[in-house]
């Protein structure tokens, strides 16, 4: 039988490095998560704590479903996904904000009284400009978004932005801030109860690090 006690979903690059030196940090044993390797299931030494090495936007997924107890994905993406899973800890790291962004006059240049958004989180751009009773088109984008206004193919975007060299070096502005965002653990609602003994302390201990972190002036 398994003696995994405890499976972990990381989001593959920057944001699984910055988390598994905070889980270190907790005395979580990460060595087996290696940058070379490309194993998508990684085992401790001890086997009771696995990692498993998904997509940023799949992270949430994989915890709500439980297949993954923990995770740690940014909370752009947890407020895209708007699923249940429990935010337990702001990691203050990854920290970036989303934005609407385009040229500086974007909404003045407007040719139609709709605006099209092109964007790789519809969700958190609808609700933003239903609340602020704006009609919006919806351009559905998977990457390098800030083209969309370049070559005409949207008024503006809805987007990340974290040093805002991407905006600044393609002649773009941040027009308004919907949100701050960071890395955030988050657990299954489930397994917060019923493997309370490893998560509880766990939690707390991730919570000491980032005190302390703080406190060093590191976050
Ligand atoms: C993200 C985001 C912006 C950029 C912002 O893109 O979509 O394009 O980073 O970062 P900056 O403010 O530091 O320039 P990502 O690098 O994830 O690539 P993508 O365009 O393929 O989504």
Do not use: W
């Not at 991407?166 to 941040?174: A, D, I």
């Amino acid at each position: 039988m398994s003696k995994t006690k405890l499976t972990i979903a990381l989001a593959k690059g920057r944001l699984a490095e910055d988390t598994v030196k905070i889980l270190e940090e907790a005395g979580i044993d990460c060595a087996c998560v290696n940058d070379d390797s490309r194993k998508l299931v990684l085992t401790n030494d001890a086997g009771n704590i696995r990692f498993i090495m998904v997509k940023p936007t799949d992270v949430p997924v994989y915890v709500d479903h439980g297949v993954a107890d923990i995770g740690v994905a940014g909370k752009d993406t947890l407020l895209e996904a708007d699923l249940s899973v429990y935010e337990m800890v702001d990691l203050k790291i990854a920290k970036c904000r989303i934005c609407v962004a385009g040229y500086p006059n974007a909404k003045r240049n407007m040719t139609s009284s709709i605006l099209r958004v092109a964007t790789k989180y519809p969700n958190i751009a609808k609700k933003y400009f239903s609340g602020k009773g704006e009609t919006i088109e919806i351009i559905r984008l998977n990457g390098s978004i800030e083209l969309a206004p370049i070559l005409g193919l949207s008024d503006v975007i809805v987007d990340i932005v974290e040093s805002g060299r991407t905006l600044q070096e393609n002649g773009l502005v941040v027009l308004e801030e919907i949100a701050k965002a960071s890395g955030r653990l988050i657990v299954n609602r489930v397994s917060l109860k019923t493997k309370s003994e490893m998560i509880t302390p766990l939690i707390e201990r991730v919570k000491n690090v980032i005190r302390e972190r703080e406190n060093n002036g590191n976050d």
